[in-house]
T-cell receptor
Framework: GENVEQHPSTLSVQEGDSAVIKCTYS??????FPWYKQELGKGPQLIID?????GEKKDQRIAVTLNKTAKHFSLHITETQPEDSAVYFC???????????FGEGTQLTVNP | SQTIHQWPATLVQPVGSPLSLECTVE??????LYWYRQAAGRGLQLLFY??????ISSEVPQNLSASRPQDRQFILSSKKLLLSDSGFYLC????????????FGSGTQLSVL
């Protein structure tokens, strides 16, 4: 089955800096790559997703890039703010008969 | 708009006791429903999913079971809880049968003592 690895497990940045979280996947048939944000005590919330026919997607301060050849994708957050502090999960899916496979998560802390 | 309700928010149960967690979705019809478990500091593990009433698929063999008695109701159960059943349980729904664009509930923190 699909295997998703996510790095780093923890990330601490200063307010205003950029943050980058990286994921790799194993199933070359995967074609859908979402990112979720989970605040403390809450369920994860979809923040951005990308399909394999696109190399990059942006939504205000967040962007996701995909390298199909290398089978990795990344989340980029610019001008980080304290409210960006949360656990971020990447996931991979879309191949026939499979459901989303999640990474282990990254605890992002933005220091004021 | 669609909403998902999950309860209770927290639950402390002794080993060997039964479990029933309930999830309901409002504002949509025939959703695909999912139960995930999140161990402390870990990722999301898919436990069960359902594409329709009475249709349950299990991803991981374990001490738990799921049922879908109504279109927008999904229940997670156990006859006898184990210590290893402790964790954060999340219900989710999607209109996509492959589970893309999941919308999660607020979760239930289960502690088995």
């Amino acid at each position: 089955g699909e295997n998703v690895e996510q790095h780093p497990s923890t990330l601490s940045v200063q307010e205003g800096d950029s943050a980058v979280i990286k994921c790799t996947y194993s199933d070359s048939a995967s074609n859908y790559f979402p990112w979720y944000k989970q605040e403390l005590g809450k369920g994860p919330q979809l923040i951005i997703d990308i399909r394999s026919n696109v190399g990059e997607k942006k939504d205000q301060r967040i962007a996701v890039t995909l390298n199909k050849t290398a089978k990795h994708f990344s989340l980029h957050i610019t001008e980080t703010q304290p409210e960006d502090s949360a656990v971020y999960f990447c996931a991979s899916g879309g191949s026939s008969g499979s459901r989303l496979t999640f990474g282990e998560g990254t605890q992002l802390t933005v220091n004021p | 708009s669609q909403t998902i309700h999950q309860w209770p928010a927290t639950l402390v149960q002794p080993v060997g006791s039964p479990l029933s967690l309930e999830c309901t979705v409002e504002g949509t019809s025939n959703p695909n429903l999912y139960w995930y478990r999140q161990a402390a500091g870990r990722g999301l593990q898919l436990l069960f999913y359902s594409v329709g009433i009475g249709q349950i698929s299990s991803e991981v063999p374990q001490n738990l079971s799921a049922s879908r008695p109504q279109d927008r109701q999904f229940i997670l159960s156990s006859k006898k809880l184990l210590l290893s059943d402790s964790g954060f349980y999340l219900c989710a729904w999607s209109l996509d049968p492959k589970g893309e664009k999941l919308f999660f509930g607020s979760g239930t923190q289960l502690s088995v003592l």
